[in-house]
């Protein structure tokens, strides 16, 4: 029988973080859950003492470590080794838990009685720029059965570790973080973490993540896309063809989104190793499918051209659906050709009628607030796109010809 309220250690990772610091640790001591420990771990920070100033200002509320620089993974892993909880959340320097987190993820985790039951939730961005706020709904649009199915969160909803509540146990079942990973160390962990592994959810957000030019993945992100090219081609030869169906439908459906991510990371060899697996899965149909019925009698473009907007680009024309053009309010983008696809202004859908748009965008409030003064046919959101690419079969490997796909709004 379960404790009633097991120990819970926070780990908090930081190097350099005197930014947002404070805000992290705070959330952990809101915690609503009464039993929890809050560990930072120092990772060689060189701001000149201010990182560590904060740390010591909490005296003995934080159990503080101060290491030489090694990565996050190697942050975590002392961490973990220093931790007396019997579950553990990894909480990141730059964002914060909701208050309720812990309680609430710890509550399913007991009704559950099994104490390897793994927590996740909702989450919540939050950009410095402008301090607009998303919150991701998930359950809006996928069955509970899927959320809480093994990998699937971390493949298709693109979960962050943050969101995550597990018994120390999972540590003797999986290993520790790879400290080979520098930026590639968290979704390394939560694959090997969830996968086969049925989960608890929570409706709501449980964390906010910040999105700011100081983080790790803005500050290396060659680096990043270069681990996380081998890590998604790795994940896609790992999975076996009976783990993808079970999980995402049948092997394609996860595969094609893979090849998309790659894509959008600089392409590199692994998209071709990637595209000759998909091509091998892919099988002809006439099935007329909901995402085809949806699309295919209407012309839309896709808001972003950035990474999500590539990706979605990339997935529609695998399954024969062509945008009319990107629109993009980046100025170096504008009049250019991305994936054989015309980006223009925004300014191109003033007139036009009977025109879907999707925003291919991570924040997506502000772009739905600047397009809705024009007179379009609908406004799709990137997850309500997703949960059609969900249940439709790719048909083929996108050929981005310049010129290949119609370029004009025909006004």
Not at 280 to 289: A, D, F, H, K, R
Request: proline share 3%.
């Amino acid at each position: 029988m379960l404790q009633k309220k097991p120990l819970v250690s926070i780990i908090i990772p930081v190097y350099n973080g005197s930014n947002y610091l404070r805000d992290a640790i705070e959330s952990a001591f809101r915690q609503t859950y009464e039993n929890c420990e809050v560990i930072v771990v120092n990772d060689g920070s060189n701001d000149g003492g201010k990182t560590e100033k904060i740390c010591k200002s909490y005296g003995q509320k934080i159990k503080y470590i101060a290491k030489e620089n090694g990565g996050v993974a190697s942050a975590l892993n002392i961490g973990s080794q220093a931790m007396n909880g019997d579950y553990f959340s990894w909480l990141s320097h730059d964002d914060v838990f909701f208050n309720t987190k812990i309680d609430r993820q710890m509550a399913l985790i007991l009704a559950s009685e099994n104490p390897q039951t793994i927590a996740e939730g909702n989450y919540a961005f939050m950009t410095t720029a402008t301090g607009g706020e998303v919150r991701t709904a998930f359950e809006r649009y996928f069955p509970m059965k899927c959320i809480q199915n093994g990998v699937f969160p971390l493949l298709w909803l693109e979960t962050h570790f943050s969101n995550l509540l597990f018994h120390v146990n999972h540590f003797e079942r999986v290993g520790f973080f790879d400290e080979k990973n520098i930026t590639a160390q968290d979704q390394d962990m939560q694959f090997r973490l969830l996968r086969g592994q049925q989960t608890v959810f929570v409706a709501d957000p449980v964390s906010m993540f910040r999105i700011h030019p100081e983080s790790g993945t803005n500050q290396m992100q060659d680096r990043l896309f270069e681990e996380n090219r081998k890590w998604y081609l790795q994940i896609m030869q790992i999975l076996t063809d009976a783990e993808k169906t079970n999980v995402f439908n049948h092997p394609s459906i996860l595969d094609c989104r893979i090849c998309s991510i790659l894509l959008s990371m600089d392409k590199g060899k692994e998209l071709r190793q990637a595209e000759a697996i998909l091509k091998s899965e892919l099988e002809p149909t006439s099935e007329v499918t909901l995402l085809q019925k949806e699309l295919k009698n209407q012309k839309f473009v896709i808001f972003g051209a950035g990474q999500y907007g590539r990706r979605l680009n990339f997935e529609l024309q695998a399954r024969r659906l062509y945008p009319t053009c990107f629109i993009d309010n980046n100025l170096d983008k504008q009049e250019t050709f991305i994936d054989g696809v015309m980006c223009y202004s925004v300014e191109i859908l003033r007139g036009v009628e009977n025109v879907d748009v999707i925003i291919g965008q991570k924040m997506y409030a502000d772009a739905y607030r600047q397009i809705q003064a024009f007179s379009l046919h609908r406004i799709w959101l990137k997850d309500e796109i997703d949960a059609l690419l969900f249940v439709t079969r790719p048909m083929q490997i996108p050929e981005f010809r310049i010129g290949g796909l119609i370029d004009e709004m025909g006004k």
